[in-house]
Antibody
Framework: EMHLVASGGGLVQPGKSLRLSCAASGFTFDSYAMTWVRQTPGKGLQWVSTINYSGSKTYYADSVKGRFTVSRDSSKNTVFLQMNSLRVGDTAIYYC??????????????????WGQGTLVTVSS | DIQMTQSPSSLAASVGDRVTITCRADQGISNWLAWYQQKPGKAPKSLIYAASSLQTGVPSRFSGGGSGTEFTLTISSLQPEDFATYYCQQYNTYPPTFGGGTQVQIK
């Protein structure tokens, strides 16, 4: 059974950093792009970042570009999201997901399936 | 960015009702559209990809249609476990974007 477990969330002050992890099991991790999506009550679901299957290509939402870095470790079947210079507006539940059925090629966006359970990040002074 | 607009934002229906949710893209996305179901306190679950293809294990009462800029999600006979919020998502181009969601409530 495919499983994604996200961790690393918590309460952090504005301007500080946090690193999220997402451990994958039940599928061939090295064959799939992985993505992070966040959810806030006011703004719904917002895509944050995607890393391709090999880690050679990364994509970011404009709102996090230059502050967040996505990476992956195939030896641990884990994807990471390093979040620096955090802002109050980054407060959300962060979900990781596998990317499948990409539109027209492996380095195109795709469908998110399955999703991890989410980890809450609260940025507040 | 491609903007996705869902309607209605919420609806109330009874068990057994036929329910249709609409999702519109502000530019053409071919059939690169997915639908997700989310229950309170849970992560979203993928239901449909490529506008009309059901994910494995999704009941056949769910169906999707459309192409280009207008898409629909239909539940042919609403069941108690279907009361949830539904989101569409385009994956034609980066950044992938989601609709605002449609909450299906019990009448």
């Amino acid at each position: 059974e495919m499983h994604l477990v996200a961790s690393g969330g918590g309460l952090v002050q504005p301007g500080k950093s946090l690193r999220l992890s997402c451990a994958a099991s039940g599928f061939t991790f090295d064959s799939y792009a992985m993505t992070w999506v966040r959810q806030t009550p006011g703004k719904g679901l917002q895509w944050v970042s995607t890393i391709n299957y090999s880690g050679s290509k990364t994509y970011y939402a404009d709102s996090v570009k230059g502050r967040f870095t996505v990476s992956r470790d195939s030896s641990k079947n884990t994807v990471f999201l390093q979040m620096n210079s955090l802002r109050v507006g980054d407060t959300a539940i962060y979900y990781c997901a596998r990317v499948v059925y990409s539109s027209g090629g492996p380095d195109r966006p795709g469908v998110h399936d399955p999703w991890g359970q989410g980890t809450l990040v609260t940025v507040s002074s | 960015d491609i903007q996705m607009t869902q309607s209605p934002s919420s609806l109330a229906a009874s068990v057994g009702d036929r329910v249709t949710i609409t999702c519109r893209a502000d530019q053409g996305i071919s059939n690169w559209l997915a639908w997700y179901q989310q229950k309170p306190g849970k992560a979203p679950k993928s239901l449909i990809y490529a506008a009309s293809s059901l994910q494995t294990g999704v009941p056949s009462r769910f169906s999707g249609g459309g192409s280009g800029t207008e898409f629909t999600l239909t539940i042919s006979s609403l069941q108690p476990e279907d009361f949830a919020t539904y989101y569409c998502q385009q994956y034609n181009t980066y950044p992938p974007t989601f609709g605002g969601g449609t909450q299906v409530q019990i009448k």
